[in-house]
């Protein structure tokens, strides 16, 4: 199945950009998400990928075929470029059965009724629901109804799969269990796939790759692992996950891809992630996650080298953690653990290339 190709793709409405030049790349039998806020052009990119939507200026291209070159000219129209789409609403017909539904696509294909049929039985043994054939999308959960949606998606044996939050109409459970499904699905059958949403545990627990983008721009792409533990920017660490994010100053340049940074506002010394060239003595900003910090009682800690005494200032507790504020210095920071903290001093250290310098 083709990759997807995308160069400096452009689009403003009224002259606001929602799009800023553009560049993506997605590989074969690739799962991608597109993760950001409401706003910052994911939707944009995944409508201009179908073709419901016609771009100011770029490429697009998906294996060898030409879908939209703007210094060409050249336009494909969305029913020809062989794309299944799962819409936000799933846009299922209410007054056709499951079976009409998924068949809709042959249909329009003039495709004979007994192939049709057959075709039709498979996707729908596909997404487990061999026995609702014959039921109205009134009669379904949310959750079936979002099957037939991807099976009439997946029945013309499209070249990439685009999603388009397909999950947002469920609730928690049923999300987490649709995408462990849909990403299980997606492996077994080997399609291309790019996916929108604004949920970072979505985009963190099926991708192979994710796409932060924000103001129209993507900030970053990497693994969920590199978008989680080495944002480069605030905008990324702000919007995967929970972050502190402390000033310091660099007093040691260190020793490969770490430097020592010394914190504002407290003693403490943290021996930073950097992906690019700093000089000592400049300032720096760290981006922590408060997982990362340890924590200790004042009596196991002392002492230890990188650690510094810390006040508990306000905890909750969230089900299969705590969180807390605890004071350093001057400087207050968010720390999940699994182990409550009780009232009065703790000792805290950061651990080696858990923090991460942004710019």
Known sequence: ????????????????????????????????????PSGCGKTTTLMAIAGFLKPDAGLI???EETFFDASSGRVVPAEQRNLGIVFQSYAIWPHMTVA???AFPLVLRK????ARATRVDEMLELVELGDQSQKYPHQLS?????????ARALTGSPSVLLLDEP?????AKLRERSRKWLRSLQQEIGITTVFVTHDQDEALGMSDRVMVMDGGVIQQSGTPEEIYLRPVNRVVADFVGRCNFLDGRVVDAGSGDSIDVRLDGCELIVRAHCEFSVDRGSTVVLALRPEAIVVEPESGGAGRPNSGE???????????????????????LMVQTRQPIVTGASIISIPAGSATVIR
């Open 310 to 332: 810390a006040l508990l200032r306000s905890g909750s507790f969230l089900g299969d953690h705590f969180e807390y504020e605890l004071v350093v210095g001057s400087v207050t």
């Open 167 to 171: 999950f947002s109409n469920l609730d």
């Open 61 to 63: 291209k998906c294996g």
């Open 1 to 36: 199945m083709p990759e997807i190709k995308i160069r400096s793709l452009t689009k403003a409405y009224e002259d606001r950009p929602v799009l800023n030049s553009v560049d993506l790349d997605v590989g074969d039998k690739e799962f991608v998400t597109l993760l950001g």
């Open 111 to 114: 495709v004979k009724k007994a």
């Open 142 to 150: 949310g959750g079936q109804q979002q099957r037939v949606a991807l």
């Open 100 to 102: 009409e539904n998924v």
